[in-house]
């Protein structure tokens, strides 16, 4: 098996599980024009996150990583009409291409970007006592995946579901002798999710159009 066979699978079951969407592929398109690097999720990947946030019934999302707010405007369309969704993202000009993309979706009712390190912001929420999130989906950087853990648990409550991207990297995070801080990262996320009696977890390996990584879900209890 190789890279081309992964995409031309994943091009497959996105044929027949999608239909194009214009505000997700201008999305995209504004993205790539405005410099954006490419590392938004897949579209089944997309898909996957609002129909896991749908089965949540969730009426508060939270979101560790805009980008371009590709993930955000799948994300936010689980969401009814008085739900919320908050989007945090370290780099100012990434927000403001992500906020076009969220108007142009017709989501901005529903979806808040703040710009800043996600710890601060993350920190300012439990001070102004943000109430807790029904579904968190961690995807900024993955060096701090357990600050954000700790953080994000406690704007959880039981039931709450969060999903963070991007922990196999290639399989560098069976590395127990890694010195990269991203691997590092991620394989102290599980240590802390492994430690912690209030948190069912699974994790899955995907390959495709993103190459070999996958996401962890955890419930809350
Ligand atoms: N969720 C997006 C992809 C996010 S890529 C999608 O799938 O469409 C990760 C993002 O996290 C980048 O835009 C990066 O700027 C942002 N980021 C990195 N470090 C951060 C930090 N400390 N605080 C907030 N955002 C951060
Ligand atoms: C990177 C970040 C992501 O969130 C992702 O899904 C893929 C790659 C990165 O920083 O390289
Ligand atoms: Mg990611």
Redesign the pocket.
């Known amino acids: 098996m190789n890279e081309q066979q992964w995409i031309a699978m994943d091009e497959y079951l996105c044929d027949r599980t999608q239909t194009p969407d214009e505000a997700l592929e201008a999305a995209l398109k504004l993205s790539t024009e405005e410099g954006l690097p490419a ?3 897949a579209p089944n990947q997309g898909k996957l996150l609002q129909m896991l946030a749908q089965m949540r019934g969730a009426r508060r999302i939270l ?6 707010g ?2 955000t405007i799948w994300l936010a369309r689980a969401l009814p009409a008085d739900g919320t969704l908050l989007t ?4 100012e000009h ?1 927000a403001d291409v992500a906020r076009r993309n969220i108007e142009r979706a017709g989501l901005s009712r529903v979806v808040s970007v703040v710009v800043g ?3 601060d912001t993350l920190e300012a929420f439990l001070r102004d006592g943000v109430p807790p999130f029904d579904f968190v989906f961690l ?3 993955k060096k ?1 995946y357990p600050e954000y853990l700790r953080l994000v648990l406690r704007l959880s409550r039981p039931g709450t579901v969060i999903v963070a991207d991007n922990v196999i990297r290639q399989g560098r995070v069976a590395d127990a002798g890694s010195g990269d801080p991203d691997v590092i990262g991620v394989r102290t996320f599980f240590d802390m999710l492994a430690a912690d009696s209030h948190v069912t977890s699974t994790a899955i390996q995907t390959v495709g159009s993103k190459g070999w990584d996958g996401f962890s879900i955890s419930i809350v209890s």
């Open positions: 590392i938004n999720v979101e560790l990583g805009t980008l371009g590709y993930s945090l993202e370290a780099v990434r390190d996600a710890v995807d900024a950087d701090s």
